[in-house]
């Protein structure tokens, strides 16, 4: 595409602006092909203390991916971190939970009442694994007809929301049904592995120009169920993103700076990574920048 620029008396210079590339223009760039794509971080917090102490917030991610808003795994404190950042739930057209563990389900059902405005206008979709909905449900039964559609994640499926769409390529390690996400934007792919036991085949299901990953340890554990920071520098190398960011952070990791962590992660690996701050806003087209 080609944008036109002044006229001028001589033709050759007129052919030469008429045909400067749009990638010239960011912002024509932005304004033609939508919004950008956004990510806020309404937390950051991953493990048991750092949830119930709130030494970090744990309110999931607000996507914005031009205009569509999602809300990712609303877990405490998702709706007064949402309404502190301005962030309207009335305007969610998606809440997805990844798995109903406290800290990701804790605030589900006040925002699905937020999203829907207290039940008076039916609207917006609730993705959630089905352990999530049946026995020991997070998501309360009277709330279960106030989004327009409730869908049930599965394991190697597709889904989408307006000219958004996500998979769930597989289940994770993990003591409910978990599944981590590959979202496909008109302009971007992101992947969000979301808490597992590391396993071999990972990396080769999230590939994307962004990788976000929950990295709860510093050093792996037997019996915990959740990556460490070896793991998260492992899958980096193989899946090879533009960028990645860590949260989800447990004591230890936080006790470590893992700030400083990410620097090191970014010159072991040669690639940028990034740690999660709570109230962080990334904007995906700083990946063409790095
Ligand atoms: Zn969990």
């Known amino acids: 595409m080609t944008i036109g620029g002044e006229a001028r008396n001589d033709s050759g210079q007129r052919f030469g602006v008429m045909t400067r590339s749009l990638s010239s223009f960011p912002d024509i760039i932005r304004a ?6 956004t990510i806020t971080f309404l937390g950051t917090a991953g493990a048991r203390f750092v949830v119930t102490k709130q030494f970090l917030a744990s309110g999931g991610a607000w996507l914005n991916f031009g205009g569509t808003e999602i809300l990712l795994d609303p877990g405490p404190g998702c709706l007064v971190q949402s309404v502190k950042r301005k962030l309207d739930a009335s305007r969610l057209k998606a809440i997805i939970l990844s798995h109903k563990h406290l800290d990701h389900s804790g605030d589900i059902n006040i925002m699905i009442e937020a999203m ?11 993705f959630a694994p089905s352990d999530a909905l049946d026995k020991d449900a997070v998501i309360l039964p009277y709330l279960q ?12 499926k597709s889904y989408s929301i307006e000219d958004i769409s996500f998979e769930t390529p597989v289940k994770h390690r993990h003591p409910v049904e978990t599944y981590g996400f590959v979202f496909r934007t008109p302009r971007h792919t992101l992947s969000w592995i979301t808490d597992t036991k590391y396993f071999g085949a990972l990396s080769r299901y999230y590939r994307a120009e962004l990788l976000i990953m929950n990295v709860v340890m510093l050093e792996s554990r037997d019996g915990v169920d959740h990556l460490s920071i070896p793991e998260a520098r492992q899958i980096i190398e193989e899946v090879k993103p533009k960028a990645a960011i860590l949260t989800h952070f447990g004591m230890s990791l936080w006790r470590a700076k893992p700030w400083e962590l990410a620097q090191k992660l970014s010159e072991d690996t040669g690639i940028k990574v ?17």
């Not at 033609?32 to 794509?37: H, I, S």
């Not at 106030?146 to 049930?152: T, V």
């Not at 990034?274 to 790095?290: S, T, V, Y």
Request: glycine share 14%; aromatic share 6%; charged share 35%.
């Open 32 to 37: 033609v092909e939508g919004l950008p794509d």
């Open 116 to 126: 829907t405005e207290g039940g008076w206008k039916q609207r917006g979709v609730v």
């Open 145 to 156: 007809n106030y989004p327009q559609e409730i869908d049930i994640l599965s394991e190697g």
């Open 274 to 290: 990034i740690a999660a701050r709570d109230g962080m806003r990334f904007d995906l087209a700083r990946l063409e920048e790095l």
